[in-house]
């Protein structure tokens, strides 16, 4: 099972999340003018506040990583569940 899922997955992540990315792009495109706007300002208060700003945007990249990835499989997952029955 664990093969079916990561080979469900990797499709996934090739085939489909692209095309549905597009959809959100000039959106996302926007948040990322913006995250860096306001690290560049944050990071021009002080040196040490240019390190923790650098550090939160790694965590909540991680977060983000693990949220997509478990919506991933829980979609992949429903689709199995799904072509059972």
Do not use: W
């Not at 597009?22 to 003018?33: D, G, N, S, V």
């Not at 208060?45 to 478990?70: F, M």
């Amino acid at each position: 099972m664990e093969t079916l899922l990561e080979a469900l997955t990797q499709y996934a992540e090739e085939n489909l999340v692209v095309r549905y990315l597009r959809e959100y792009a000039p959106q996302i495109q926007t948040a990322q003018l913006r995250e860096e706007r306001l690290t560049e300002k944050l990071a021009a208060l002080a040196p040490e506040t240019a390190e923790h700003v650098e550090q939160l945007k790694n965590e909540l990249s991680d977060v983000y990583s693990c949220r997509e990835q478990a919506f991933l499989l829980s979609g992949i997952s429903i689709g199995l569940e799904l072509g059972r029955l």
